[in-house]
């Protein structure tokens, strides 16, 4: 049995067990929410258990990991009222029945059905693979990691000055803190241009991450660019609380690591990095003003505790924010028909240029449903399936995961065999392997202005230092 149906056989056992166990607990939210949770799991499993594939981190064996963190140790949290019941009722609830997560859980279902109908419905057909072996020009990269770092740091720069923050006197937790909040639309500003320079840095470090795995002979500017664009990446990520964004950076490293060996990796470094992952989730988390965690608590209360933050929070693909968004369409007939999707096009005009630009959907969730007041803050990705229903009622919830379904598995068609091509790797690695877990658990649109935004940038890097 190949490594990929090993790791999803284990996972769907290690669930059925839970399931098993939770029944005698509580056997009426086991039933409606906890089966439903384990149907999706099982049913996305189905074409890789069917199938021959030994690739552990394919676009759709990525996006299991995360349904069985996400969705159904999530609904573990909800059922048993973990990490505490005034934070499932204020989080996940919203002070409502849980009652309220049974028909987005059964909508959820049948999305992820209609997603796996749209991956089998297109069938495999290879592409073709360039054997002609890719180089990269040494000073060329070089220049480029240049470059891209001294403009991601006078950007860096830039941003903090911006935000007004006095680094002599402030505290660990003013420091890592979101930026740009306003309670005036036409006074927000994100900065986004800045950022997008920014994580330029992300681009140098992951570039020089491939070189020094690779090269025999680790050279002075290679491993300066490597620490230098690591450290801007951080320090970027901490200042504006983006806990996935320095999470991935470790993630990403792993899983280019997997590919370089030809898809081999080791169980105990696994661990090591979700040690990491973990540690730095809680960490990030507990600097957050009015999460309620912290983490030397946590610690001391029970290890267990530590995972809080990474399973108990609405990101990602989460049922109670589709209850709630579906409410607030349903109660005040707000569908969008399609419209919802034109913020791709808007989200590059800077708002310098058009001060009233309307906001992506994530503040709009978090605005219009969870009440949030400040621009900048309290944003809430809604997930596909509540950004399907919102556009196009329940046939959105059959069309739009069914498209995905067939995207998906081009995406794995085209990546099939990536190993002997570092363009390819950083490619599929950086922009495209989360491609589909974005869409479900944040929305088409963030995932496609996410994937231009990473992708326009690394596709010129990589033509300019590369040689046949």
């Given at each position: 049995m190949n490594q990929a149906k090993r790791i999803n056989l284990s996972i769907i056992f290690?669930?059925?067990?839970?399931?098993?166990?939770s029944f005698f607990y509580n056997y009426n939210y086991s039933f409606f929410l906890l089966i439903p949770s384990f149907l999706i799991l099982l049913i996305t499993s189905l074409p890789i258990l069917i199938?021959?594939?030994?690739?552990?981190f394919s676009p759709l064996c990525y996006l299991i990991y995360f349904i069985f963190l996400n969705l159904f140790l999530r609904n573990i949290y909800i059922i048993y009222d973990f990490p505490s019941k005034s934070y499932v009722d204020g989080i996940f609830l919203l002070y409502e029945s849980k009652d309220l997560l049974i028909k987005p859980v059964l909508l959820t279902l049948t999305g992820f059905i209609f997603f796996t109908l749209g991956y089998l419905f297109y069938s495999y057909k290879p592409f073709m693979i360039n054997k002609k072996p890719v180089i990269w020009n040494s000073?060329?990269?070089n220049l480029l990691s240049f470059v891209l770092s001294f403009i991601s740091f006078i950007s860096l720069i830039k941003f903090v000055i911006s935000s007004k923050v006095n680094l002599l006197l402030v505290t660990l937790q003013a420091f890592s803190n979101y930026r740009g909040v306003s309670e005036d639309l036409s006074d927000y500003n994100a900065n986004g241009f800045l950022r997008v320079l920014i994580q330029?840095?992300?681009i140098v470090f992951y570039i020089n991450y491939v070189r020094?795995?690779?090269?025999?002979?680790?050279?002075?500017?290679n491993k300066f660019?490597?620490?230098?664009?690591?450290?801007?990446?951080?320090l970027f990520f901490f200042f504006i609380q983006s806990r996935s964004g320095v999470v991935f950076l470790f993630i990403n490293c792993f899983l280019i690591n997997y590919y370089l060996n030809f898809n081999k990796?080791?169980?105990?470094?696994?661990?090591v990095l979700f040690a990491v992952v973990v540690l730095f989730f809680s960490f990030m988390t507990s600097l957050r003003g009015g999460s309620g965690f912290d983490l030397k608590d946590a610690v001391q209360d029970s290890l267990f505790s530590v995972l809080d933050p990474l399973v108990a929070n609405n990101g990602g693909i989460d049922t109670s924010k589709t209850a709630h968004i579906m409410n607030y369409v349903d109660?005040?007939?707000d569908f969008k028909y399609g419209s919802g999707y034109l913020f791709i096009f808007s989200s590059f005009i800077p708002r310098a240029i058009w001060p009233n630009k309307p906001v992506n959907i994530d503040t709009e969730v978090g605005m219009k449903v969870y009440n949030a007041t400040s621009y900048g803050t309290g944003a809430v990705p809604p997930g596909l399936i509540a950004e399907s229903y919102w556009n196009f009622g329940y046939l959105g919830i059959l069309i739009i995961p069914f498209i995905v379904g067939i995207f998906t598995r081009r995406l794995h068609n085209y990546f099939k065999i990536i190993n002997n091509d570092n363009n390819k790797i950083l490619l599929y690695v950086v922009c495209f392997i989360g491609i589909p877990y974005s869409c479900f658990g944040s929305s088409i649109t963030s995932a496609l202005i996410g994937l231009i935004y990473l992708l326009v940038p690394l596709y010129l890097s990589l033509k300019y230092i590369s040689k046949i």
């Open positions: 290690f669930s059925f067990i839970i399931l098993i166990i199938s021959n594939e030994h690739n552990v000073k060329k990269l330029l840095s992300t020094f795995k690779k090269s025999q002979n680790k050279t002075f500017s660019y490597l620490i230098f664009s690591f450290l801007i990446s951080l990796f080791s169980y105990k470094k696994l661990l109660k005040h007939n």
